[in-house]
């Protein structure tokens, strides 16, 4: 899960929206006392009387001016403060170094393909980046589950990819390469990070269902065949992710 795009999701976006914001506000400022100048001033006196009036008609409406530049100024910071981004995926959901990552035999009713059926299937598909097992569901179809894990140790690209994208934006890439519809973000359960789930598009009528997840140090996916609902998808995805990632 590589960015593809800007991440409108990052602290450094965030940043560059709030010093627009008040760059915004300074400008307004600098129009209004611009603008305001000769009402400010009011029209030049022509009696002793007309000068002592017109020193307070101008102090009176200085205070007017002053005082609606206070508001847009409040107004512009708070519109600054408002803007809050998230940290870098690496940052955000501290990696466990003492880890092992290996598919599972059994994941509830999904059984690891091995042997000569595993390779063919491995063979028919595209490369992944990291490491990809194919599992026999409860459903008609040989393959039910297709689980993919990349780790930060096993690929520099994705080590660099987490320290500069959140993992709101990793997500965000994933399925739009994917094609989700329907995407929600479920509960992570206890590795923390993110997960979400949503509906692949299928010829055969059927509607898939991709699930990805990512922390600071591993990003997966698990493509499931024979569940119907996103709710249960995600509550199998946490099953495959629990069971495939052991903490040593």
Not at 21 to 28: E, N, P, Q, S
Not at 37 to 61: D, Q
Request: proline share 4%; with cysteine.
């Amino acid at each position: 899960m590589i960015t593809l795009s800007v991440d409108t999701t990052s602290q450094n976006f965030a940043d560059g929206q709030a010093l627009g914001a008040l760059l915004i506000t300074a400008v307004a400022m600098v129009v209004i006392w611009l603008a305001t100048r000769s009402w400010r001033r009011g029209p030049a006196p022509r009696s002793a009387v007309e000068a002592e009036r017109a020193v307070s008609t101008a102090l009176r409406r200085r205070n007017i001016v002053v005082g609606v530049l206070l508001a847009v100024a409040a107004a512009g910071v708070v519109q600054a403060s408002s803007y809050e981004g998230e940290p870098p995926t690496a940052n955000a959901a501290p990696a466990v170094e003492e880890r092992v990552i290996d598919a599972a035999p059994r994941v509830g009713a999904y059984q690891l393909l091995t042997g000569e059926e595993a390779t063919t299937y491995e063979q028919a598909g595209k490369k992944p980046h990291g490491k990809r097992w194919f599992y026999d569901g409860p459903g008609q179809g040989r393959v039910g589950a297709v689980l993919q894990i990349n780790a930060v140790e096993w690929d520099t690209g994705l080590a660099e990819a987490k320290r500069s994208s959140t993992m709101t934006q990793e997500l965000r890439n994933f399925f739009a390469g994917a094609r989700a519809t329907e995407v929600t973000a479920f509960d992570a359960g206890p590795r923390g990070g993110q997960l979400s789930c949503g509906f692949m598009a299928s010829n055969a009528g059927a509607r898939p269902i991709v699930c990805a997840w990512t922390d600071a140090g591993t990003s997966g996916s698990v493509l499931l065949g024979d569940e119907k609902s996103l709710a249960e998808a995600a509550r199998v995805a946490l099953q495959f992710r629990t069971t495939s990632e052991k903490r040593t």
